[in-house]
């Protein structure tokens, strides 16, 4: 199968206005797809496509697929590059229809941007179906002429690496359990020799003093494992590495606070920050960035027992913080209180933690952006500048001292899991309570929970567990490792 892009044309008149590849293959056919264009009526809108058969020996099935407007840059209102979205959709929605007619192999207009349409091809076919006996065809994508190979091959490399944090979200909480995610991240990593990876039991944990993340995990008959990937890709391995934290909950009832069970099952991927930055790290390591990046994820199940956390109970955090638990299901920071304190262990450049931690970020921003909190402008505009180029958005949210005293403001501890006015504010007030536990002057919470998973909002992935912000981290990443060059 072949995939080729077509621009809207500015005027009326219904031209056909193909990229160089779909100028070159017209040629190719005597002008033959022009004029069945033309006869199939109006200009084909962005996003939608036509298909035609029989035009080509090489190429049987041709899909030609509508990008909208040639010149789409950044739109500053959607604060992302148009340009490069409408590709990413174009080339999915073109490579789901090869897949549709069981061709086994599609070649890909690069359309101006082969990285852009090689994530909207690697994307767009991507499915979670390990466990059905009936699967989709496999389609492999590949770039259609030689010109941008790099390009592309960078592209398929970020597309992979948020499919990676896709399955792992998307897997049953039985089958990815603290350790198997852990040995999976592992055997994702051991063909490189500059990564080391340590799967620290639970014995470990316990000397390192980390009360609250230890009071979620013992109310599951799962061991939690703290997971600590290291990353030298930079010249000098003393360099301050960039640290990501991810929140690792394998597995969320909300404890003795227990959730409602309509949607319980979606808890499976509560895990979404540890799979997203640790995938964001096996990416660094496939595309060699040139920086030291260190990846810490607690790891546990948040299950009700006669062991869990109870409302009320005061646990003690490894920076000797005093945490009032008033809602067991509010378990995400306390896992992270103790992974961000170990954290200033590194004298890091930055340290950016990803976590789905609440239930009010989803409400606040829905699945348009993730949100994040940082004390700092410098890392703020790195994300921001980042997600711009890869459409998988952030916006900034508040980190006033009106939320901190809302967490501060406690009865038996120094600080209290829940605000105080419960509801209000709970996305701020969440990352008031982890400001508790960072000194670093350079760091960064992104609240994930709003995009843990896609309906049809995004059109180049499929329904079920998103992996965002996976190339958001990356391209954040390779930019502070550019800054580090230069």
Not at 92 to 120: K, M, N, T
Not at 252 to 268: E, F, N, Q, T, V
Request: glycine share 10%.
């Amino acid at each position: 199968g072949l995939v080729l892009g077509v621009y809207s044309s500015e005027k009326d008149d219904g031209a056909a206005q193909f990229t160089s590849a779909g100028d070159a293959f017209d040629r190719l056919v005597s002008g033959k797809l022009r004029a069945l264009l033309s006869l199939c009526g109006p200009p084909l809108k962005k996003g939608k496509t036509r298909i035609f058969h029989g035009l080509h020996q090489d190429f049987p099935s041709v899909v030609v697929v509508g990008l909208g407007k040639k010149n789409a840059g950044i739109n500053e209102q959607e604060n992302w590059n148009e340009g490069k979205e409408n590709i990413r959709t174009a080339v999915a929605v073109g490579c789901r229809q090869i897949q549709d007619l069981e061709i086994s192999c599609v070649e890909v207009d690069p359309c101006g941007d082969a990285q852009a349409a090689a994530e909207g091809a690697v994307l767009g076919l991507h499915e979670y179906n390990e466990l059905k006996q009936k699967k989709k065809p496999v389609v492999t994508p590949q770039l259609h002429g030689s010109a941008e190979s790099e390009a592309w091959q960078k592209g398929v490399i970020y597309a992979e690496g948020q499919n990676l944090a896709r399955y792992l979200m998307e897997a049953p909480a039985n089958y990815i359990t603290p350790i198997k995610f852990a040995e999976h991240i592992e055997q994702k990593l051991r063909s490189f020799s500059n990564v080391k990876v340590h799967i620290r039991p639970e014995s470990w944990i316990t000397t390192q003093e980390m009360g609250a993340f230890l009071s979620v995990a013992k109310g599951s008959a799962e061991p939690p494992i703290f997971l600590e990937i290291h990353y030298s890709g930079g010249a000098n391995t003393n360099d301050s590495p960039l640290v990501f934290v991810g929140k690792g909950v394998t597995f969320d009832s909300g404890g003795i606070s227990l959730k409602p069970s309509s949607g319980m099952d979606a808890m499976r991927a509560d895990m979404g920050g540890a799979a997203t930055v640790c995938s964001a790290i096996v990416t660094a390591a496939a595309l060699n960035l040139p920086l030291n990046i260190i990846g810490l994820a607690p790891l546990c199940e948040n299950m009700p027992s006669g062991k869990a956390n109870k409302p009320g109970d005061v646990v003690r955090a490894k920076n000797g913080k005093t945490i009032q638990v008033d809602n067991t299901d509010a378990e995400g920071r306390l896992l992270l209180a103790d992974a961000l304190c170990y954290a200033h262990n590194f004298n890091a450049r930055a340290i950016v933690n990803a976590a789905t931690l609440t239930g009010a970020m989803d409400v606040a921003l829905g699945s348009a952006a993730t949100g994040v909190f940082t004390n700092s402008s410098w890392l703020w505009t790195h994300l921001y500048e980042a997600s711009i180029l890869t459409g998988d958005r952030v916006w900034r949210m508040p980190l006033f001292e009106h939320y901190t005293k809302q967490v501060t403001d406690c009865p038996l501890a120094d600080v209290s899991n829940i605000g105080k006015y419960s509801r209000a504010g709970g996305a701020c007030t969440a990352a008031a309570f982890l400001k508790e536990f960072v000194t670093a002057s350079h760091w960064a919470h992104l609240d994930i929970a709003g995009v843990m998973s896609n309906k049809d909002e995004v059109p180049y992935l499929r329904k079920g567990m998103a992996g965002r912000p996976t190339r958001t981290l990356v391209e954040f990443a390779a930019r502070l490792s550019q800054d580090s060059h230069n």
